[in-house]
């Protein structure tokens, strides 16, 4: 079990899987503590724990670029697809299991290159996001956003080959299509996404890099360059990456949902067709709402109001499915639960917040302010790691054979929900009263002194919270009471193996009844 | 371009606005154009609507869950199998509400966007060079300023934005408003000073290390105090324009230093 060479060299999808989790718990660790260093810096005007604003604008660069690129879309599409939809599907293990090792690696050697920032002398500061003109003049290293960035969309995208071909041909008999779990149809629809979009982003970041280092002139406006151009490319890749990582998030906890409401996903039709397809369709349209005040053509702007609002379609299909699926269920509010129903409510204040979002008149007043942060920590940011940390509560029966310790479960829970309404909702109030983002200090702002004082208090109560629960994962991985094969008494076909599944992950190939379904939840 | 704009939303405005905002929009007397009003009334209005959806949903939400709870008698969940016809039903029916909200939010949104971009025709023009870390204006006559606006309340302003260097944002956080700005483009955005006043101007797009300490002032002066102000500004620029045959380069940033108290 612990022998290292095994794990290195593992070709086991399941391995590949729990190396993931690592390493993306790793980068979250990183990237939480740049959170806490910088809400520590800001809890008063002026220098508080730095006097060197570069140094802030680093934490700022790591907290995005690594939660985004290293903790959420390898925790959602690395670990939760490669442990979940080989088993979900009945098959042995992915479709090529040596490419899923070297994309895992891969993963690897970009979080190593993002944790490197802290050791070499010029440190990235150009935001996760990396507009240029300020990108291609800095004196920090622009080319190692570069590097980072296409190494770990590089193994994102041999991921999404991977699991496409897996799903498509190594189904066990008797799944059809129409009995795929819900998260396997939204990660599928994930890497779609990234297939089609991260090369996009590969693009722009590389040509930031040719113009700094190369002397090329793409977005050098003297030399017959143009600045919009990268804010163009960025976003078209970066919008649809808030659905790689929505989709596979709201896959999980329809999982978690459907397994502790003992219950049938409501209309499950309307919400692989309607909700995934929906966003599937919309996402590549809506990139001009994060460049509703760049300076875009107006007709852009007015259009993509449009599509953005559109969103609420598929979106809101999807929240119904969940509604509906807790309707007349038989719910039991074990840990993972109380995660999945804390999605629930954050993703509605953070969807609803988003409205105005849609509107370029109303984001012309609030584009760039801390409602915006809040915004999206709501939507996406804190919502999706509710998500996962719901997942991995759900699952890690699965994985490890034992259980967690229910009592400290749920109170990391309680302490974590408490804390991220704290930060974000303050967040977002002094936001619309003018507070901007990215800012090392606040000195013409001296009014949100105190509110910021509560958003410390408040990030240091929600970091004790997610230290609780994974301290409790790693004391029940290794002294948990065993919890048997199937703790939530789910029908899905995860849970029909021994915990933890051997490799090749069945005893003898699964095959399903003609009235089998993921959902099917029977009495008894 | 923006005529069509505007036709289309006074078409879409017509068929999904309110009789109310209608007849606001028709009265005789002349109306003061101020987008900064206008945005808190939509901003209100959307924040009172998603809010009570919000609370809709999470009262919903959470009685469905207690009713559902896991109790002796309730071991297994027992949602009702959908007809092919109420299956298609939800959808359907929730695609026209969540649209109609959509289109509805899209049509107050466009009107209120084109108050946001026709700019009034008895503006007073200003050119804008932001730079790291400061703004730098320039008045129709020549006048120069740094960090600091000087406005006659009641005649709109509009910015005719670039940078020399980095992308930058002009926020006026109390006219709701900001444009980037970025070298070879020229982007605009107008505000309406309707009262004396000062108001922060501060940087909304990062622009580099400083990007947090860029920040400056909209001054609001009462059209005399205004005029009287700029007359001593137009004297001492053409005092500092007469000795034009010696280094001018000297004298331009001496002043620009002297305006930043």
């Known amino acids: ?524 | 371009m923006h005529d069509k704009i505007r036709r289309g939303a006074a078409g879409l405005a017509a068929l999904l606005l309110a009789a109310p905002a209608w007849a606001a929009g028709a009265k005789s007397e002349p109306k003061v154009v101020d987008p900064a009003r206008d945005w808190d009334h939509l901003w209100r209005e959307v924040i009172v609507d998603i809010t009570i959806i919000g609370v809709l949903f999470a009262i919903v939400t959470a009685w469905f869950i207690w009713q559902a709870r896991r109790r002796p008698g309730n071991e297994v969940g027992a949602s009702p199998r959908l007809s092919p016809a109420s299956a298609v039903g939800w959808v359907v029916i929730p695609i026209f509400v969540f649209l109609s909200i959509d289109l509805y939010t899209a049509a107050n949104g466009w009107v209120l966007w084109n108050t946001f971009r026709d700019v009034p025709a008895n503006r007073l023009e200003i050119k804008l060079e932001a730079g790291m870390y400061s703004w730098d204006y320039t008045y129709p006559n020549g006048v120069r300023t740094q960090n600091q606006l000087v406005v006659p309340a009641g005649t709109p302003v509009v910015l005719r934005m670039t940078s020399r260097d980095t992308l930058h944002s002009h926020y006026i956080p109390d006219f709701r408003v900001k444009e980037d700005s970025m070298p070879g483009r020229i982007t605009y955005l107008w505000f309406n000073p309707t009262k004396p006043g000062e108001h922060v101007v501060t940087c909304a797009e990062y622009c580099g290390v400083m990007h947090g300490y860029m920040a400056g002032r909209i001054i609001v002066k009462a059209p005399e105090e205004y005029a009287a102000w700029m007359k001593g500004e137009e004297t001492s620029l053409a005092a500092a324009s007469i000795p034009a045959v010696e280094p001018a380069t000297a004298t331009k940033p001496a002043k620009l230093a002297a305006k930043k108290t």
């Open chain 1, 1 to 524: 079990m612990m022998n290292l060479k095994e794990w290195i060299f593992t070709t086991d999808h399941k391995r590949v899987g729990v190396l993931y989790l690592i390493g993306s718990m790793l980068a979250f660790a990183v990237a939480g503590i740049m959170a806490l260093l910088m809400r520590a810096e800001l809890s008063t005007i002026g220098p508080t724990i730095t006097a060197n604003p570069t140094q802030y604008n680093v934490w700022l660069y790591t907290h995005g670029a690594v939660m985004i690129l290293g903790f959420q879309i390898p925790a959602l599409t690395g670990f939760f697809a490669n442990y979940c939809i080989p088993l979900m599907i009945g098959a042995k293990d992915v479709a090529f299991p040596r490419v899923n090792a070297l994309s895992v690696w891969l993963f690897y050697v970009g979080v190593i290159l993002a944790v490197l920032t802290f050791f070499i002398p010029d440190p990235p500061d150009v935001m996760w996001t990396g507009y240029p003109p300020y990108s291609t003049i800095t004196t920090g290293n622009t080319a190692m956003y570069s590097f980072t960035v296409l190494i770990l969309g590089f193994a994102s995208i041999i991921g999404g080959v991977n699991f496409l071909t897996t799903v498509a041909y190594m189904r066990a008999p008797g799944i059809k299509l129409n009995k795929l779990n819900i998260f396997v149809w939204c990660t599928l629809a994930a890497f779609v996404l990234q297939l089609i979009f991260v090369p996009v982003l590969g693009t722009a970041v590389t040509l930031i890099s040719m113009d700094k280092y190369l002397g090329t002139n793409f977005f050098d406006p003297t030399k017959g360059g143009d600045v919009l151009t990268y804010q163009n490319l960025f976003w078209f890749y970066s919008h649809p990456a808030v659905y790689v990582i929505f989709l596979p998030f709201i896959g999980v906890v329809y999982e978690i949902i459907a397994a502790h409401a003992r219950n049938m996903v409501f209309n499950y039709k309307m919400v692989v067709y309607g909700g995934v397809g929906g966003i599937v369709l919309l996402a590549g349209e809506v990139w001009v709402h994060h460049l509703y005040v760049s300076g875009m053509a107006d007709w852009l702007r007015i259009g993509q109001m449009v599509t953005t609002l559109m969103i609420s379609i598929p979106v809101g299909l999807m929240m119904i499915g969940l509604i509906g699926t807790l309707y007349k269920g038989s719910i039991a509010f074990n840990t993972p639960m109380l995660y999945a129903l804390g999605v629930v409510f954050l993703f509605l204040i953070g969807g609803l917040t988003g409205i105005p979002l849609a509107v370029p008149s109303l984001t012309i007043g609030v584009s760039d302010t801390y409602y915006v942060v809040g915004h999206f920590h709501y939507v996406m940011a804190v919502a999706g790691t509710f998500a996962i940390f719901g997942g991995v509560y759900h699952w890690f029966p699965k994985m490890t054979g034992r259980m967690y310790n229910e009592f400290w479960g749920k109170l990391g829970f309680w302490i974590t929900f408490v804390g991220v309404n704290i930060v974000f909702w303050i967040m977002m109030d002094i936001g619309v009263e003018g507070m901007p983002r990215r800012y090392y200090d606040y000195a013409h702002f001296p009014q949100f002194e105190g509110a910021h004082q509560w958003m410390t208090v408040g990030a240091a109560i929600l970091a004790v919270g997610f230290a609780i629960a994974v301290l409790n994962w790693i004391l029940g991985a290794i002294n948990g009471e065993p919890a048997g094969d199937n703790p939530w008494g789910s029908p899905s076909l995860e849970w029909t193996t021994v915990s933890p599944p051997p490799h090749g992950n069945w005893p003898s190939p699964p095959s399903v009844a003609e009235d089998w379904h993921p959902y099917g939840f029977k009495k008894g």
